[in-house]
């Protein structure tokens, strides 16, 4: 049995041939991870889908947390993934080599004004950092707030890439920087990083200097 969310199962729809298959829409993630935790209860082999890594910004946590807040015994095997800002930053060239920070944008979890002392936080403290939801149709100060500080921080040369749709056949990159972000396409399935101060490109390709003399 394959529970998932209804985009996620479609991308993998040649792996799961001959398995039952459970989909729901987005913001259903409680009740998703519910009906595997409730089918593994009652023997089955459940997989729960998560897009990318599954203990990033996926399922994993909430699984293993639904499962002890409701009693659930079943064994619960995590397998790793490539998250977001791993697979944008290898179609980019290597510019997580140093120190970085990976933030969500998204406050539909987590209030806002968190997500802005992190912001600063990582801005001030010259990190990498890769934006995970930057911008949404009805969330659009959100990436807007974000530019203002790291600019505020940064110079606006500083390189940024935003990697849409990564490792899918829909892929898209842009190469900018932090004064013309905002003029980009970005969207929920895009990733931002954003570099720091010894951030460069290299040949076309984004590259944080590790500190290695060459």
Same mark, same amino acid.
């Given at each position: 049995?394959?529970? @998932?969310? $209804?985009?996620?199962l479609e $991308?993998?729809?040649? &792996?799961t041939? @001959?398995? #039952?298959?459970?989909?729901?829409?987005?913001?259903?993630?409680? #009740?998703?991870?519910?009906?595997a935790?409730?089918?593994?209860? #009652?023997?089955?082999?459940?997989?729960?889908? !998560?897009? @990318?890594?599954?203990?990033?910004?996926?399922?994993?946590?909430?699984?293993?947390e639904?499962?002890?807040?409701?009693? =659930?015994?079943?064994?619960?095997q =995590?397998?790793? @993934?490539?998250? $977001?800002?791993s697979?944008? $930053? +290898?179609?980019?060239?290597?510019?997580?080599m140093l120190?970085?920070?990976?933030?969500?944008? !998204?406050d539909?979890?987590?209030?806002?004004?968190t997500?802005?002392?992190? &912001?600063?936080?990582v801005? %001030?403290?010259?990190?990498?950092? %890769? &934006?995970?939801n930057?911008? !949404?149709?009805?969330r659009?100060?959100?990436? #807007?707030?974000?530019?203002?500080i790291?600019?505020a +921080?940064?110079?606006?040369?500083?390189?940024v890439? =935003?990697?849409t749709?990564?490792?899918?056949?829909?892929?898209?990159?842009?190469?900018?920087?932090?004064?013309?972000l905002?003029?980009?396409?970005?969207?929920?399935?895009?990733?931002?990083?954003v570099g720091?101060?010894?951030?460069?490109? =290299?040949?076309?390709r984004?590259?944080?200097?590790?500190?290695?003399?060459?």
């Amino acid at each position: 049995m394959v529970v @998932g969310y $209804a985009r996620y199962l479609e $991308a993998i729809a040649d &792996l799961t041939a @001959g398995k #039952e298959l459970v989909s729901s829409g987005m913001t259903q993630e409680v #009740e998703r991870c519910r009906c595997a935790l409730q089918r593994a209860a #009652e023997g089955n082999v459940v997989t729960l889908v !998560s897009s @990318g890594d599954p203990g990033i910004y996926g399922m994993a946590g909430l699984a293993l947390e639904l499962a002890a807040a409701e009693q =659930i015994r079943v064994p619960i095997q =995590i397998v790793p @993934g490539v998250t $977001a800002a791993s697979a944008a $930053a +290898a179609v980019l060239g290597a510019p997580l080599m140093l120190d970085f920070a990976a933030i969500s944008l !998204s406050d539909l979890l987590v209030p806002w004004e968190t997500i802005r002392r992190r &912001l600063q936080a990582v801005a %001030a403290a010259d990190l990498v950092v %890769a &934006l995970y939801n930057p911008r !949404s149709k009805k969330r659009v100060r959100h990436l #807007e707030e974000a530019a203002a500080i790291f600019r505020a +921080a940064r110079t606006d040369q500083t390189p940024v890439g =935003i990697v849409t749709a990564a490792g899918q056949k829909d892929q898209h990159v842009v190469t900018t920087d932090l004064a013309r972000l905002l003029e980009q396409d970005v969207d929920m399935r895009s990733v931002v990083i954003v570099g720091n101060s010894t951030t460069r490109w =290299i040949d076309g390709r984004m590259v944080t200097s590790r500190g290695y003399d060459v």
